[in-house]
T-cell receptor, first 111, second 116 residues
Framework: GQQVMQIPQYQHVQEGEDFTTYCNSS?????IQWYKQRPGGHPVFLIQ?????EVKKQKRLTFQFGEAKKNSSLHITATQTTDVGTYFCAGPTSGTYKYIFGTGTRLKVLA | NAGVTQTPKFQVLKTGQSMTLQCAQDMNHNSMYWYRQDPGMGLRLIYYSASEGTTDKGEVPNGYNVSRLNKREFSLRLESAAPSQTSVYFC???????????????FGDGTRLSIL
């Protein structure tokens, strides 16, 4: 069945350093979504990418969707302590109501 | 605006006990979902309901049952709890779109369930 993998599983960075997490799907996706979960909280939707090669920015966050629509990345520039949490990508099973979530990358920012 | 509300927030059960996790949304969303979250395994779909009156299995349905009581409410039942079901359970909902794979998920705060 469809699988969505994320690397790395954990990442510790010093405040001010950059951070990148990668998401890879075993199948082509119609779109990919990114969510952030703060410690003890619930996942919150960040962004959706639809087009092949699409790049979107939200302040210090840059999201990319691969040309083949099978991979994606999230890059955070100059991390802050408010960036702490787990970042998930999610890929839908085309034409259905089912979503497959990646395993997540837990980011810890050291002040 | 409450969004997605889950009850209870915490629960401790003994092996073999049963319980029902409740979820309600006030956003008039058509589709609702139950996930479990375990360390290092992300979010895994247990069951979902595309619309009122329908339910379908997700990745890990064994040991669970669901009821879509009406458009607002979607409950998850553990008939005979097992330690392997210790987890954090999240309910989510999505608005209805022509292509459902473009909908985005709205999550509740979760239920932290421990089974001894």
């Amino acid at each position: 069945g469809q699988q969505v993998m994320q690397i790395p599983q954990y990442q510790h960075v010093q405040e001010g350093e950059d951070f990148t997490t990668y998401c890879n799907s075993s199948t082509t996706l119609s779109n990919i979504q990114w969510y952030k979960q703060r410690p003890g909280g619930h996942p919150v939707f960040l962004i959706q990418l639809v087009k092949s090669g699409e790049v979107k920015k939200q302040k210090r966050l840059t999201f990319q969707f691969g040309e083949a629509k099978k991979n994606s990345s999230l890059h955070i520039t100059a991390t802050q302590t408010t960036d702490v949490g787990t970042y998930f990508c999610a890929g839908p099973t085309s034409g259905t109501y089912k979503y497959i979530f990646g395993t997540g990358t837990r980011l810890k920012v050291l002040a | 605006n409450a969004g997605v509300t889950q009850t209870p927030k915490f629960q401790v059960l003994k092996t073999g006990q049963s319980m029902t996790l409740q979820c309600a949304q006030d956003m008039n969303h058509n589709s609702m979902y139950w996930y479990r979250q375990d360390p290092g395994m992300g979010l895994r779909l247990i069951y979902y309901s595309a619309s009122e009156g329908t339910t379908d299995k997700g990745e890990v349905p064994n040991g669970y049952n669901v009821s879509r009581l009406n458009k607002r409410e979607f409950s998850l039942r553990l008939e005979s709890a097992a330690p392997s079901q210790t987890s954090v359970y999240f309910c989510a909902s999505t608005e209805g779109r022509a292509d459902p794979s473009f909908s985005t998920q709205h999550f509740g705060d979760g239920t932290r369930l421990s089974i001894l």
